[in-house]
């Protein structure tokens, strides 16, 4: 697992816990290539009925399984403009995050779940502003 030097896990204003950073980040670094593990789309019904619904990502060709990302790559907040984004890499079996913005010394770090910045899909919950 790859992971930038001071990368944190705090309490993100309503939002619970997040994924922070106590050191400057450019944009197009590379923050962290989270190992996942990989849960068969036969199984999805179960993480369903469990806490683990809140933070899988689709997964596969037809994103038909799913996937727990390791390290901290299942802690991080959704916003509609995030200064992260998320590559799912199939073929090595991780989720890549990556800057797309500058982001300063202890600032939270955030990923559109829908996939695309910008992206203003309602989400299976109520983000906190």
Same mark, same amino acid.
């Given at each position: 697992?790859?992971? $930038?030097?001071?990368? !944190?896990?705090? #309490?993100?204003n309503a939002k619970g816990r997040g994924v922070f950073t106590s050191s400057h =980040? %450019?944009?197009?670094?590379?923050? #962290?290539?989270?190992?996942?593990?990989? $849960?068969?789309?036969?199984? *999805?019904p179960i993480i369903h009925k469990t806490v683990l619904h809140d933070y899988y990502f689709l997964w596969g060709d037809n994103m038909e399984d799913c996937a727990i990302a390791l390290g901290f790559g299942s802690? !991080? %907040?959704h916003a509609v403009h995030?200064?992260? %984004?998320? =590559? *799912?890499? =199939?073929? %090595?079996?991780? =989720?890549?995050?990556?800057a797309i913005m500058d982001i300063p010394a202890g600032s939270e770090?955030?990923?559109? !779940?829908h996939g695309e910045p910008g992206d203003p899909e309602a989400l299976w919950f109520e983000p906190a502003l």
């Amino acid at each position: 697992m790859h992971q $930038i030097p001071g990368l !944190y896990v705090s #309490e993100s204003n309503a939002k619970g816990r997040g994924v922070f950073t106590s050191s400057h =980040i %450019n944009a197009g670094d590379t923050i #962290e290539i989270c190992p996942v593990i990989v $849960i068969p789309r036969s199984e *999805l019904p179960i993480i369903h009925k469990t806490v683990l619904h809140d933070y899988y990502f689709l997964w596969g060709d037809n994103m038909e399984d799913c996937a727990i990302a390791l390290g901290f790559g299942s802690l !991080y %907040n959704h916003a509609v403009h995030p200064n992260a %984004n998320f =590559i *799912l890499d =199939i073929e %090595n079996r991780t =989720i890549d995050i990556e800057a797309i913005m500058d982001i300063p010394a202890g600032s939270e770090i955030t990923i559109n !779940y829908h996939g695309e910045p910008g992206d203003p899909e309602a989400l299976w919950f109520e983000p906190a502003l």
